[in-house]
């Protein structure tokens, strides 16, 4: 597989920051989710990581989140069905990690996975989104996601 990103699924920034980086992965054809590419195109740590997930704050996220974090598995696939009973029972604990670690209230998150023109992902690698906002705050506006091209 040399397609792992998908150019024209970003959320709109207001710059093209974002596009211009999965254009030079592209050019690469590498997996910016895959562990021995994670460091070269993400640049925030990673906050926690089991057997099968690692979690870090998205580096481009979602319009009004107070948190927007990704959570990658570890080896490269890109369909659920692909996944171990450990790696599922796993990726509800790093969740589970997340909402407490940073008190989180309310949460969404949802899993990116397969063909990039029906999901909006930008990366073709198996991955979940945890996206809170913070609806107390002054002039709050909910967060939209895209999903599709």
């Not at 920051?17 to 999965?22: A, I, R, S």
């Not at 690469?28 to 089991?50: G, R, W």
């Not at 969404?108 to 996975?113: C, I, K, L, P, S």
């Amino acid at each position: 597989m040399t397609n792992f990103v998908n150019p024209k699924n970003t959320q709109s920034r207001g710059d093209d920051t974002y596009k211009n980086e999965l254009e030079r992965i592209a050019k690469d054809k590498v997996c910016p989710f895959c562990p021995e590419n994670l460091s070269t195109y993400h640049k925030n740590p990673i906050l926690h990581e089991n057997e099968h997930w690692l979690i870090t704050r998205n580096m481009y996220p979602y319009k009004n989140t107070k948190n927007h974090f990704l959570l990658v598995h570890k080896k490269h696939i890109d369909r659920p069905e692909e996944m171990s009973q450990q790696a599922k029972h796993d990726f509800f604990n790093i969740v589970e990690w997340a909402t407490k670690e940073f008190s989180i209230l309310g949460a969404t998150f949802f899993m990116r996975f397969g063909d990039t023109r029906y999901t909006g992902a930008s990366v073709a690698h198996l991955h979940a989104q945890l996206v809170s906002s913070d609806p107390t705050e002054p002039g709050y506006e909910p967060v939209v996601a895209r999903v599709g091209v």
